[in-house]
């Protein structure tokens, strides 16, 4: 079979589920959330557009398609897991390191290139772009997070409260230009 058709008929993602650990009401898959984050960058470069920020638009839509790829092999890692102590987060981070040119590996070498480059510009979040798709990548964690608890499940409150605060934290100046227009205001 031809290894770019091959490629093309990869749907691993959409079976990698998301907060394994946690009771859902309906479960999201990497792929469903990788939609959402691409969806959500788009509309957060809007906003930066209009504050005259400059950012490379196809750049960071790419970033957020493919910025959970690495699960593909090693699933959706618990947060409470991953985080347990730097060792260990640095060893995961070691590791999908490692595979992620597995991920692309059908792919033409050019193109696998780039893909693997812009996969390590996301994990490093040094650009604005990647920034961009992190603060995407939160606020589709707070998309699920509330259409679970407005379904009534409780068990995503704590990690939504979390979530929300943390982007009200944080510092990066573009972000400091557009998160009024973004989000709700919260008790501090």
Not at 84 to 93: D, K, M
Not at 121 to 136: G, L, N
Request: net charge neutral; aromatic share 12%; proline share 4%.
């Amino acid at each position: 079979m031809n290894r770019i058709y091959e490629h093309f008929l990869d749907r691993s993602l959409t079976h990698v589920m998301r907060f394994s650990s946690i009771p859902q009401q309906f479960q999201e898959s990497v792929a469903e959330h990788s939609f959402y984050v691409a969806y959500f960058t788009g509309i957060l470069l809007y906003f930066l557009k209009k504050k005259k920020e400059r950012v490379d638009e196809s750049r960071a839509l790419k970033i957020a398609l493919i910025h959970d790829m690495e699960e593909k092999f090693s699933g959706d890692i618990l947060t409470p897991f991953k985080y347990y102590s730097q060792e260990l987060y640095h060893a995961i981070r070691k590791v999908n390191r490692e595979t992620i040119p597995l991920a692309f590996e059908h792919l033409p070498a050019p193109l696998a290139k780039d893909l693997v480059a812009l996969w390590k510009e996301d994990v490093d979040r040094a650009t604005k772009e990647a920034q961009v798709v992190k603060v995407a990548d939160k606020l589709s964690l707070l998309s699920k997070c509330r259409e679970e608890i407005t379904l009534g499940n409780a068990f995503f409150k704590p990690i939504y409260e979390r979530e929300l605060k943390a982007l009200h934290d944080l510092e990066w100046s573009w972000w400091q230009k557009i998160k009024g227009d973004i989000l709700p205001s919260i008790d501090k």
